[in-house]
């Protein structure tokens, strides 16, 4: 993706993004200037309710963790274990979603996937139309107060 700096003006090849006072910005390559970066309206209330939600899944002593996922920036925000770098991430977001949209295209009514790996479950639920969230969990089925609130978070960003 491309964009233009804010100060210079210059064409810049968007690699990721960073968060700077909760705004997303990206830094331009030549002067360094932080650049905001707008997502979709619906994108902006989910990120805005990550943490929270975040905070909420973590009640939970089945989740092991959770992190949002951008089809073409990656890693967002994550709750994470710090073991797990962001290219570990986003190594793994990307092969989820990319199994996500494989399966989507032949089942089109697919809402949300989940794949066990070793002992751990993964469940991906696309958010929007680049958006994921992908929770790790204990067990298969996310807890029904964890899948309550990940329904209503994708209804009211939707609206």
């Not at 979603?97 to 794949?115: F, K, P």
């Not at 309550?148 to 009211?156: G, I, R, T, Y």
Request: net charge neutral; charged share 25%.
């Amino acid at each position: 993706m491309i964009l233009f700096c804010e100060d210079c003006g210059k064409k810049n090849l968007l690699n990721s993004i960073e968060f700077i006072a909760g705004k997303p910005v990206f830094r331009c390559s030549f002067c360094g200037y932080p650049s905001p970066y707008h997502f979709r309206p619906q994108e902006v209330r989910l990120i805005e309710k990550a943490d929270l939600f975040f905070k909420e899944a973590r009640s939970f002593p089945e989740t092991l963790g959770i992190f949002l996922y951008h089809k073409e920036l990656g890693v967002l925000k994550h709750d994470m274990p710090e073991i797990l770098k962001k290219a570990d991430l986003d190594f793994v977001g990307k092969n989820l979603m990319q199994s996500y949209m494989i399966n989507q295209s032949w089942l089109g009514d697919v809402t949300e996937m989940a794949l066990f790996v070793a002992d751990k479950h993964m469940v991906v639920k696309l958010m929007g139309d680049s958006l994921f969230i992908i929770i790790a969990c204990k067990s298969a089925i996310l807890p029904r107060t964890i899948s309550e609130k990940l329904f209503q978070l994708n209804a009211h960003g939707a609206s």
